[in-house]
């Protein structure tokens, strides 16, 4: 479908050419020979680009041009007039048009405006398209944080965007990690060039290689034709590696040569492939833990980690759940007035939030949809378990002090007894992911 230009010139005959000379070059054209004419067009048919002459005879062009901008502020707006002045190009440019014309212009001087305004107008949606995207991811609103600890992560990650140092982002599930390594590829180098996202614990074990290194025909049962890997499609762009924790130990090896070679071999074919990408790979696991226990290699481990990233879960951020909370009603589009009470604050910022700030997105997603008020109340959250709602008065601690170490290990005790030794819902129990709970039990040599 070809962009809808609306031109507006209460010369006819001018008009009349302009319209064909546009139309020729595969314009949509909308014409008008007034400014009412032009309001009413621009209000039903929404084109892509606006053309205004300055002298319409009913209206002047550039009061035009301006409630254009304030009704669609990324249209672009093209003016031109035979009466032309420094001062009102000046003006037309401060008034947001894309550029001024004087009669009488060359054609395709004209078309090669149209082109560029387009072509700027869909760079602009391109962005906020992707920006949208990004903010889907766990919500990019995340990264804006008024903790100490969170502010000084992020400014490290800004310095070392800069650079093609591989990153190792760590932290718990919904944290963000996914983000934050969008937000280092954006301000660096490579922004221009492709950020490919793999999650190695979402792909069969048996198809890992070929999905990273891609394969030849007939490589396998299947295989009907070439297919280029993550590492190619990333090429001189950055390569998200998700969940590395859960690559096996054989596939580790492959990636260990490959990010000290800068070479792949695809599946199946002789010939080696030089590859420029950058590497920032996430885990939720403790993967000093799993180097402990064979199952991580080290040497992967230090090659990832040149620069270690640690993502703190929101329960240690509290003081960004209230910040957190305007964002996502926002992007919810509750209205203005919709807001949570000081008591439903409260409670939100007393909850330990397993699944962070995803979990706290959809908390507000949900009292947005259920809500019986615009002023949202304590008792409007459904939280898990009434979680967060323990009275420090429950909590005895003795004069002489108690270990921090032993009142975990009871709670997990209880858990696995309440669960009959079930390790899945004795971590839905204590609210937290599989793996931590598997964790601390080897941590604390506890059998079950």
Request: aromatic share 4%; net charge negative.
């Amino acid at each position: 479908m070809s962009e809808s230009i609306l031109l507006i010139d209460d010369d006819a005959s001018l008009r009349r050419v302009t319209e064909y000379n546009l139309s020729s070059a595969g314009f949509k054209v909308i014409s008008a020979g007034s400014g009412k004419e032009g309001i009413e067009a621009f209000r039903n048919r929404q084109p892509d680009l606006v053309i205004t002459d300055v002298q319409l005879g009913d209206m002047d062009g550039l009061e035009l041009l301006q409630q254009f901008k304030e009704q669609e502020p990324d249209v672009p707006v093209i003016v031109i007039t035979a009466y032309g002045s420094i001062e009102m190009a000046v003006q037309a440019m401060h008034l947001g048009a894309f550029t001024f014309i004087t009669k009488p212009f060359d054609r395709d001087a004209l078309r090669l405006s149209c082109t560029k305004a387009l072509e700027l107008r869909k760079l602009r949606n391109q962005t906020r398209a992707l920006t949208k995207e990004v903010n889907r991811l766990t919500g990019a609103e995340g990264m804006e944080t008024a903790n100490s600890a969170m502010k000084e992560l992020l400014e490290t990650a800004l310095r070392v965007a800069g650079s093609d140092a591989t990153v190792l982002i760590t932290g718990e599930s919904g944290t963000g990690k996914e983000v934050l390594a969008r937000l280092i590829h954006r301000n660096s180098p490579r922004n221009n060039e492709a950020f490919i996202g793999v999650n190695c614990a979402a792909i069969p074990e048996n198809l890992i290689e070929s999905e990273l290194f891609g394969h030849t025909k007939g490589a396998f049962t299947g295989a009907v034709k070439n297919r280029k890997g993550r590492f190619q499609t990333a090429h001189q762009g950055t390569l998200f590696l998700d969940e590395i924790g859960e690559l096996q130990p054989e596939m580790q090896v492959k990636l260990l040569r490959t990010l000290q070679e800068k070479m792949v071999e695809p599946l199946g074919s002789d010939q080696i492939e030089e590859v420029d990408v950058r590497i920032i790979a996430a885990t939720n696991r403790d993967l000093q833990s799993d180097i402990r226990s064979g199952r991580f290699r080290e040497d992967l481990y230090y090659r990832l980690s040149v620069i270690p990233l640690h993502l703190p879960p929101l329960r240690d951020r509290q003081e960004d759940i209230p910040g957190l909370v305007r964002l996502f009603l926002r992007k919810n589009d509750a209205p203005r007035d919709v807001t949570f009470s000081p008591e439903a604050m409260k409670k939100l910022q007393q909850y330990h939030w397993p699944g962070n700030i995803r979990e706290l997105q959809n908390v507000v997603e949900r009292c947005v949809i259920l809500r019986k008020a615009n002023m949202i109340e304590a008792d409007d959250i459904q939280l898990p378990g009434n979680a967060g709602t323990i009275s420090s008065d429950l909590i005895h601690i003795p004069p002489e002090g108690i270990s921090l170490e032993e009142v975990e290990k009871k709670l997990i005790s209880k858990a696995l007894q309440m669960s009959k030794g079930n390790r899945s819902q004795a971590a839905r129990l204590l609210q937290i992911p599989r793996h931590v709970l598997i964790y601390r039990l080897e941590k604390f040599a506890m059998t079950e």
